[in-house]
């Protein structure tokens, strides 16, 4: 997993990190040193739930620069051919975005080219939802 550039790329990563290190020494301990044996279980407690989701659901008031910083590291993430990365950005980050219409619009509308098109790839598991957010030009 790679720590180090989510220290380097998300803005308050190290705080975030330190929080969660703190919440259970002995569990997250090794986080602090970059490693990480279980990365979806990153991704959800120090990436998508403490940071980027709270910035989606901030709407028009989030940091936009912190936004585009947090797609940034997605897209590195998304572009990575490790398949196991590839699961846990799949459940960790995407399908955190199907918390609310609004989240996932946001979503797609930071969404860089290759996170685009994964996030598009699991959409088609929700044709309905897709189907409705195309039609209505949310994702246009």
Known sequence: MPVGEFLRMVPG???VLDE???SDPEFY???AWGSVD???EFLLQ???RPVLLPLLRAGAEADEAAVRACF???EFLVSDPNACLESSVYFGILEQFLESREVLVRAWRHSLPVTREKLAAMLEHYPATYREL???GDLG
């Open 134 to 136: 195309r039609e209505s």
């Open 13 to 15: 990563a190290q705080v």
């Open 38 to 40: 279980d990365s979806l």
């Open 29 to 31: 301990g090794p986080w």
């Open 20 to 22: 969660v290190v703190a």
């Open 46 to 48: 120090a990436f998508s």
């Open 72 to 74: 940034a590291y997605v």
